[in-house]
Antibody
Framework: EVQLVESGGGLVKPGGSLRLSCAASGFTFSNAWMSWVRQAPGKGLEWVGRIKSKTDGGTTDYAAPVKGRFTISRDDSKNTLYLQMNSLKTEDTAVYYC?????????????WGQGTTVTVSS | DIQMTQSPSSLSASVGDRVTITCRASQSISSYLNWYQQKPGKAPKLLIYAASSLQSGVPSRFSGSGSGTDFTLTISSLQPEDFATYYCQQSYSTPRGFGQGTKLEIK
């Protein structure tokens, strides 16, 4: 079964850090382009960033609100995607989803995790 | 950055109705347009990719059309399980952008 499972969410103070993980199974993770998408309470979906497969260069791209504060990385040996979040702000409060970006689906986001909740509050 | 604008932001309809949601990109994105359905408390689900291709397992009452800057999602005959929020998303360039969502409610 194709599956993504996020973990690592929680309550953190403004200015703090948190690392989210996304464990993948059921597909060849090393070939996958992976993204993080977030959703603030009661709001719409917001793309956070993406990492390509190492075969395709392993490069990352980020949304403007998180650039310089968030870092996406991957460990293909552990089939795991990470989101390191530093200098957190209250506006980073959201459910964070990891998802696949599939080339043959015109980069549609096919598989999604269940989400992990990050709350930034003093 | 490419901006995605959906309309309407909310819509009331009845079971059996035909419904159309529109999405406009701020510049041409060819057919790099995807549609997602999200139900409360759940992750989004990919419905349509490449503007008009139905994702595997998605009922045929869902269809998409358009290219360039203007796109539509149509549900031909609403079913009770279709009441949800729908998002368009461009995959032409980064940053990937989502529309603001269309909440489809029961009339």
């Amino acid at each position: 079964e194709v599956q993504l499972v996020e973990s690592g969410g929680g309550l953190v103070k403004p200015g703090g850090s948190l690392r989210l993980s996304c464990a993948a199974s059921g597909f060849t993770f090393s070939n996958a382009w992976m993204s993080w998408v977030r959703q603030a309470p009661g709001k719409g979906l917001e793309w956070v960033g993406r990492i390509k497969s190492k075969t395709d260069g392993g490069t990352t791209d980020y949304a403007a609100p998180v650039k310089g504060r968030f870092t996406i990385s991957r460990d293909d040996s552990k089939n795991t995607l990470y989101l390191q979040m530093n200098s957190l702000k209250t506006e980073d409060t959201a459910v964070y989803y990891c998802t696949t970006e599939v080339l043959y689906l015109r980069y549609g986001m096919d598989v999604w995790g269940q989400g992990t909740t990050v709350t930034v509050s003093s | 950055d490419i901006q995605m604008t959906q309309s309407p932001s909310s819509l009331s309809a009845s079971v059996g109705d035909r419904v159309t949601i529109t999405c406009r990109a701020s510049q041409s994105i060819s057919s790099y347009l995807n549609w997602y359905q999200q139900k409360p408390g759940k992750a989004p689900k990919l419905l349509i990719y490449a503007a008009s291709s139905l994702q595997s397992g998605v009922p045929s009452r869902f269809s998409g059309s358009g290219s360039g800057t203007d796109f539509t999602l149509t549900i031909s005959s609403l079913q009770p399980e279709d009441f949800a929020t729908y998002y368009c998303q461009q995959s032409y360039s980064t940053p990937r952008g989502f529309g603001q969502g269309t909440k489809l409610e029961i009339k």
